[in-house]
């Protein structure tokens, strides 16, 4: 944590030295993930979470964390957890000025376009994600010429610029329900080939789909999971619909990162596998101290971007901020606003 380029300059300014009495300041916090941090390692966080905690109302900012973040993070210093839809509506919630975005860049920009009026800062502008990256309005534009007519599902793991280009977005908690409530036989789903695919099998609808994955889930391999279950026959495995179908069908249950919390969380299995990304089972160790959670896992390198040192760097330096061109962001909103109403009346 101490050899980033940044710290010098956050040491000029802050007390960051390793704290056996700000670990004891900040206890009731690192209880909460004493399962999966150790004491020593919490004593090298702990400066960390003052500060950033401390800064925080300075700013009157508010730390909207996603699921993915390391556990130091997500019990540290984040006002609100979640999944990418949770992430989306909390942000037309938000009170403060300033949101931090903890997280990859299309949930900072999807934060932005909700609340134009705000500042959004995320820790690291390198972020990005394999799925965001895998497509342009360009591509959108290519899928709609080759089927004229078919309505443009976008996943909200695009840029704003593809978001525009689409008649709605949709997330892994809503997808199969956003696709099938479109009114037409044939609907378009861009980037992620797996989630359509996944959709496809649950569907009535002749879904079509751009080439695009996650380069987390897409690792997991079917024969892995049954190698993993004949091993041990009584884990039960949850997957996140980004895997491929042959790994969702392997599953016992595939859901949103908030969707495989709250299954483990119903279910208390005695074994678990999260077939996502690794700090999903870290997060949520202390609160299920009774289920084991069976290893391996795959890291995103695009969260693990995201860090205590550049939270506080970015609060201290009020950096980096999102901005989304006001043409642009008008039509993304209008994507997310349709998928966020939707959701709600399909939930009812
Ligand atoms: P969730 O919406 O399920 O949190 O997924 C976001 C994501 O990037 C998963 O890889
Ligand atoms: Fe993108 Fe996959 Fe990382 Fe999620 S886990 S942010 S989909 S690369």
Known sequence: MLTSPISAELARHYDLAPSVEKAAETQALYARTSRVISPPDWAVFAPYVAEINRLKKERNAVILAHNYMTPEIY???????????????K????EEDVIVQCGVHFMAETSKVLNPNKTVLIPDPAAGCSLAESITAEGVAQMRAKYPGAPVVSYVNTTAEVKAASDICCTSSNALQIVNAMDADTVIMTPDKYLAQNVANESPKNVVFWDGSCIVHELYTAEDLRAYRDHDPEVKII???ECTPDVVAEADFTGSTKGIIDWVHAHKPAKAMLVTECSMASNIADELPDVDFAKPCNMCPYMKKITLEKILWSLHTMSHEVTVDPAVADGARQAVERMIDLSRRLQG
């Open 91 to 94: 942000a037309t919630e938000v």
């Open 239 to 241: 997957a996140h619909p």
């Open 75 to 89: 019990h540290g210093v984040a006002d609100f957890v979640g999944d990418s839809l949770q992430l989306a509506i």
